[in-house]
């Protein structure tokens, strides 16, 4: 009787097909083999596309967070991707910071950025803060086009890979594992947050703002909250990112990329961890795996989404509805 | 009587020219159950509006337990102490039971985001504890611990009703505003209801006021009873007052009707 089930979880539909820990265990242990031999199995060229999908992973499960958990539509997340990613690339290059000694700061501006944007607007409802933030990514872009700290239209290269204890990490497989670990951590940061008092509240101001607020929840400041921790997840994805191409323009944080990382995590299903991965690896793999396709690769791409929003508008992760 | 909780003193509310309460005094005792009652579009629900702080009248004061209310945000005044329930169901949809009862502790608790990532031993102590408040609530309003894990908009309707008064009591109030709880139950639910919120106050010491049209429910249980008419204050007094107040018998519809709508 569907009526009986409890409500869907943040693991989607997961939890029925994999219903004991023990199934749970070896399911995630199988994942997590594939996903360490991956780069020896699938060549160096699949490794970098491999690499790519994971920092996707990382921004969608950050936009996850702002999207999914508290409802805001933010449609320029590029924004915090790029402050995270301009930090390093000053810092290292210009003042000649070590990479490790940047994140701090990396995540500082973006917290900063985060509220300067997100105090004022949240307490609108959600459509203005769409506008805004569509504002606050172009205003970025522009600004590191046109500012002489961040190398204007050529941007920073010469960024130096980061060390650490001993290890160089230099090339693309050092940066699969590392963007590994980071997708690791990002998920279980995720889980945590869903599991707590304030992923609750994310949802019970997402699901109705005023029943929230009578009972004593301050719908600004937990949506403040979500904003920032999303903006944190995009510093650090951009940290990374620099480091790992080494050289970074702004085109790299165009609106077309907030609308894919957006895209990676409707598509998928919004709220739902799995899903939210999923969709990551679509963004990044269909493009690649249509490449045979040649110059109609995108329309193919643009249709498949139109298709699947057609017949799974919550997404392609399984939920039990109703 | 004993000392006064809330305290509303010449409160006055208007939308765009036209008055929706007309300078209003109200008073509700600490651990009494008191009554709101008048025709549709008296103004009840504006009035636990500004209370709640969702709307903010033109002129008056309103004072809780010593607190002025009315520079307070609507969170802020729960955490003074006074839960509400809405007039339509208003429970959180695609959630728990439980979790939506869990709700109401939320401005108890305090655990943040960093606790959360780090599964802190604070924060574990605080969900378990968070858990079992919730828990005592269901329990006491009778809600079954088998219907604990199901999503709560897919309970029978009396018992979405009893979900939302066990998530208002999650907030720990000194005072319970429920607007139209008996709306839709059947005559044994409404039985159910008063001996609920006879509980409510008895039990945990919890002033209720109580907006409602089943005056027969509103006359077993109210200590007073107050009649809105027109965003007018009409009359204040115990349900025997009431019931012959002229006043309110014209309120409600003219004569003959009034005596079947005030249960004499």
Same mark, same amino acid.
């Given at each position: 009787?569907?009526?009986?089930?409890?409500?869907?979880?943040?693991?989607?539909?997961?939890?029925?097909?994999?219903?004991?820990?023990?199934?749970?265990?070896?399911?995630?242990?199988?994942?997590? !083999? !594939?996903?360490?031999?991956?780069?020896?199995?699938?060549?160096?060229?699949?490794?970098?596309?491999?690499?790519?999908?994971?920092?996707?992973?990382?921004?969608?499960?950050?936009?996850?967070?702002?999207?999914?958990?508290?409802?805001?539509?933010?449609?320029?997340?590029?924004?915090?991707?790029?402050?995270?990613?301009?930090?390093?690339?000053?810092?290292?290059?210009?003042?000649?910071?070590?990479?490790?000694?940047?994140?701090?700061?990396?995540?500082?501006?973006?917290?900063?950025?985060?509220?300067?944007?997100?105090?004022?607007?949240?307490?609108?409802?959600?459509?203005?803060?769409?506008?805004?933030?569509?504002?606050?990514?172009?205003?970025?872009?522009?600004?590191?086009?046109?500012?002489?700290?961040?190398?204007?239209?050529?941007?920073?290269?010469?960024?130096?890979?980061?060390?650490?204890?001993?290890?160089?990490?230099?090339?693309?497989?050092?940066?699969?594992? !590392?963007?590994?670990?980071?997708?690791?951590?990002?998920?279980?940061?995720?889980?945590?947050?869903?599991?707590?008092?304030?992923?609750?509240?994310?949802?019970?101001?997402?699901?109705?703002?005023?029943?929230?607020?009578?009972?004593?929840?301050?719908?600004?400041?937990?949506?403040?909250?979500?904003?920032?921790?999303?903006?944190?997840?995009?510093?650090?994805?951009?940290?990374?990112?620099?480091?790992?191409?080494?050289?970074?323009?702004?085109?790299?944080?165009?609106?077309?990329?907030?609308?894919?990382?957006?895209?990676?995590?409707?598509?998928?299903?919004?709220?739902?961890?799995?899903?939210?991965?999923?969709?990551?690896?679509?963004?990044?793999?269909?493009?690649?795996?249509?490449?045979?396709?040649?110059?109609?690769?995108?329309?193919?791409?643009?249709?498949?989404?139109?298709?699947?929003?057609?017949?799974?508008?919550?997404?392609?992760?399984?939920?039990?509805?109703? | 009587?004993?000392?006064?909780?809330?305290?509303?003193?010449?409160?006055?509310?208007?939308?765009?020219?036209?008055?929706?309460?007309?300078?209003?005094?109200?008073?509700?005792?600490?651990?009494?159950?008191?009554?709101?009652?008048?025709?549709?579009?008296?103004?009840?629900?504006?009035?636990?509006?500004?209370?709640?702080?969702?709307?903010?009248?033109?002129? &008056?004061?309103?004072?809780?337990?010593?607190?002025?209310? /009315?520079?307070?945000?609507?969170?802020?005044?729960?955490?003074?102490?006074?839960?509400?329930?809405?007039?339509?169901?208003?429970?959180?949809?695609? *959630?728990?039971?439980?979790?939506?009862?869990?709700?109401?502790?939320?401005?108890?608790?305090?655990?943040?985001?960093?606790?959360?990532?780090?599964?802190?031993?604070?924060?574990?102590?605080?969900?378990?504890?968070?858990?079992?408040?919730?828990?005592?609530?269901?329990?006491?309003?009778?809600?079954?611990?088998?219907?604990?894990?199901?999503?709560?908009?897919?309970?029978?309707?009396?018992?979405?009703?009893?979900?939302?008064?066990?998530?208002?009591?999650?907030?720990? =109030?000194?005072?319970?505003?429920?607007?139209?709880?008996?709306?839709?139950?059947?005559?044994?639910?409404?039985?159910?209801?008063?001996?609920?919120?006879?509980?409510?106050?008895?039990?945990? &010491?919890?002033?209720?006021?109580?907006?409602?049209?089943?005056?027969? /429910?509103? *006359?077993?249980?109210?200590?007073?009873?107050?009649?809105?008419?027109? &965003?007018?204050?009409?009359?204040?007094?115990? =349900?025997?007052?009431?019931?012959?107040?002229?006043?309110?018998?014209?309120?409600?519809?003219?004569?003959?009707?009034?005596?079947?709508?005030?249960?004499?």
């Amino acid at each position: 009787m569907a009526a009986l089930e409890p409500r869907p979880s943040a693991w989607g539909g997961l939890n029925r097909v994999l219903d004991t820990p023990a199934k749970r265990g070896t399911a995630i242990g199988a994942i997590l !083999v !594939v996903m360490a031999v991956a780069p020896f199995v699938f060549g160096p060229y699949a490794t970098v596309i491999l690499t790519n999908s994971l920092l996707y992973v990382i921004l969608a499960l950050g936009l996850n967070v702002v999207v999914g958990y508290a409802g805001l539509l933010d449609l320029g997340y590029a924004a915090f991707f790029a402050v995270g990613a301009y930090s390093v690339g000053i810092l290292t290059t210009e003042f000649g910071w070590n990479f490790w000694a940047t994140i701090p700061v990396a995540v500082c501006a973006a917290v900063f950025a985060g509220i300067i944007i997100g105090g004022p607007t949240l307490r609108l409802r959600s459509d203005y803060l769409a506008i805004v933030t569509l504002g606050f990514g172009e205003i970025v872009r522009i600004s590191a086009r046109n500012l002489k700290i961040t190398g204007a239209a050529s941007g920073i290269s010469g960024i130096e890979q980061p060390w650490l204890f001993g290890w160089h990490i230099a090339t693309p497989n050092d940066f699969y594992y !590392v963007f590994l670990a980071l997708a690791i951590i990002g998920i279980l940061v995720s889980v945590r947050l869903s599991n707590s008092r304030l992923g609750r509240a994310w949802l019970y101001v997402r699901h109705d703002e005023d029943a929230a607020e009578a009972m004593g929840i301050n719908r600004v400041r937990v949506k403040l909250a979500a904003y920032v921790i999303g903006a944190i997840y995009g510093s650090i994805g951009g940290a990374f990112f620099a480091v790992n191409l080494t050289a970074i323009s702004p085109e790299s944080f165009s609106f077309r990329q907030s609308t894919l990382f957006l895209m990676a995590v409707i598509l998928g299903g919004m709220g739902k961890i799995p899903g939210v991965i999923l969709g990551a690896f679509i963004v990044v793999l269909a493009p690649e795996l249509l490449r045979d396709l040649g110059s109609f690769r995108l329309l193919i791409f643009a249709v498949g989404l139109l298709l699947i929003m057609l017949f799974r508008p919550s997404g392609i992760w399984p939920v039990r509805s109703r | 009587m004993t000392e006064t909780l809330l305290k509303l003193s010449d409160v006055s509310l208007g939308f765009a020219g036209n008055a929706v309460l007309q300078q209003v005094d109200f008073d509700v005792a600490a651990g009494s159950i008191a009554s709101l009652i008048g025709p549709n579009g008296a103004g009840k629900t504006s009035l636990f509006n500004c209370i709640t702080g969702f709307y903010k009248p033109q002129s &008056g004061r309103i004072e809780f337990d010593g607190t002025a209310l /009315l520079p307070l945000k609507p969170f802020q005044v729960t955490r003074t102490g006074i839960a509400r329930t809405f007039q339509n169901l208003r429970l959180f949809r695609q *959630m728990s039971v439980i979790e939506n009862v869990m709700s109401g502790q939320h401005c108890r608790t305090k655990a943040g985001a960093i606790g959360a990532i780090l599964h802190l031993p604070s924060q574990r102590r605080e969900e378990r504890a968070i858990r079992d408040h919730a828990a005592e609530c269901l329990r006491f309003v009778g809600i079954a611990e088998a219907e604990w894990a199901r999503e709560a908009t897919t309970l029978a309707y009396g018992h979405q009703r009893r979900v939302e008064i066990a998530r208002a009591l999650a907030t720990e =109030p000194k005072l319970l505003l429920l607007d139209e709880p008996a709306a839709g139950l059947t005559r044994g639910e409404k039985l159910d209801l008063i001996t609920l919120i006879g509980r409510i106050r008895d039990e945990r &010491g919890v002033a209720v006021l109580l907006i409602e049209h089943d005056t027969s /429910l509103v *006359m077993r249980l109210s200590e007073r009873v107050s009649v809105l008419d027109h &965003g007018i204050m009409i009359a204040e007094g115990t =349900p025997k007052e009431i019931q012959t107040n002229p006043r309110v018998i014209e309120a409600y519809l003219g004569a003959e009707d009034a005596e079947a709508a005030l249960a004499l």
